[in-house]
């Protein structure tokens, strides 16, 4: 009875040992891989609109689609940091051309693709223009549970309904104003 226990042990520990640890260190590598690949499309990406002063569906859409061919679903979130036009002007008795802060609103996702200024928008312009002084800011999220993840969660017992292993962000200041039809 002792060797049957002691066989049937021995059978698991190899079976482990030859099948899920390679499984998991591939998943991992694959998993690296699209990290590594998400974030330098994220950072071409927020270089690429900071360079031309305006967010492009074209460039949307080659983003979007490259994200996608990594085989994962991700979540992209977009805030472009507008630098208002009228910042306030504080005087006082002292120094009364003293100018104020640079002021800034935030525009996001769904006003830059879906609005009706968008890229999507009624107006049909394609492009969302900005100016010198802006920020854009990307971030970017998986939505579904890579197989790493499930092989963690299923050998290790780790339950994280809402982690994501994949993500990426990056930030730019705009150099140029954006034009209608320039580069």
Same mark, same amino acid.
């Given at each position: ?70 085989? $994962? !679903?991700?979540? /992209? ?5 507008? %630098?208002?036009? +009228?910042? =306030?002007?504080?005087?006082? *008795? ?67 309904? $809402? !982690?994501?292993? /994949? ?5 730019? %200041?705009?150099? +140029?104003? =954006?034009?209608?039809?320039? *580069?």
């Amino acid at each position: 009875m002792s060797d049957t226990l002691m066989t049937i042990i021995a059978i698991f520990a190899a079976v482990i040992i030859m099948f899920i640890f390679p499984l998991m260190w591939t998943a991992n590598s694959q998993e690296e891989i699209s990290q590594t690949t998400v974030q330098t499309l994220v950072s071409n990406f927020v270089n690429t609109i900071a360079s031309k002063g305006k967010l492009t569906r074209t460039d949307y859409e080659d983003f979007y689609q490259k994200l996608h061919a990594t085989g $994962n !679903t991700f979540d /992209i979130e977009i805030e472009i940091q507008v %630098l208002d036009d +009228n910042p =306030g002007k504080k005087t006082t *008795i002292s120094s009364p051309n003293l100018i104020g802060e640079n002021i800034y609103y935030s525009i996001f996702t769904s006003t830059l693709l879906y609005s009706e200024d968008g890229i999507y928008g009624s107006k049909g312009e394609e492009e969302y223009l900005l100016k010198k002084g802006d920020y854009v800011i990307v971030n970017v999220k998986n939505t579904n549970i890579t197989l790493a993840s499930q092989l963690k969660n299923f050998l290790y017992k780790i339950i994280g309904n $809402n !982690t994501h292993t /994949i993500a990426a962000s990056a930030t730019a %200041l705009i150099i +140029n104003n =954006g034009t209608r039809g320039s *580069i």
